[in-house]
């Protein structure tokens, strides 16, 4: 079993940064992809960014690009989200998951762990 536990949401001003990171632990050995997830109120949950954890190859969502960045530190077993230029828009619960299989996916289904989640809040 792996557990992942998300931190470093809050309330930001339009404009500002955050940084998420997502702890994980347990039987981590198997991990081969981590993502990042976001669920507004009312709203299904979407596909941030992944990244590999074999190879760091990343892959972002267009509506992220160019402003969120995701990096890994395997010696801490944990990724990272720095969000920058943020929206309004970015409001929303963002979840931390993990998937034992190389291949990407970017419907929330296909992940094997998840965390409890961090609201982040864009005010505008």
């Known amino acids: 079993q792996v557990q992942l536990v998300e931190s470093g949401g809050g309330l930001v001003q339009a404009g500002g940064s955050l940084r998420l990171s997502c702890a994980a632990s347990g039987r981590t050995a198997s991990t081969r992809l981590m993502a990042w997830f976001r669920q507004a109120p009312g709203k299904e949950r979407e596909f941030v960014v992944a990244?590999?954890?074999?190879?760091?190859?990343?892959y972002y969502a267009d509506s992220v690009k160019g402003r969120f960045t995701i990096s890994r530190d395997n010696a801490k077993n944990t990724m990272y989200l720095q969000m920058n230029s943020l929206k309004p828009e970015d409001t929303a619960v963002y979840y931390c998951?993990?998937?034992?299989?190389?291949?990407?996916?970017?419907?929330?289904?296909?992940?094997?762990?998840w965390g409890q989640g961090t609201q982040v809040t864009v005010s505008s």
């Open positions: 998951a993990s998937r034992n299989d190389a291949t990407v996916y970017r419907l929330p289904s296909m992940f094997d762990y």
């Open positions: 990244i590999s954890w074999t190879t760091s190859r990343t």
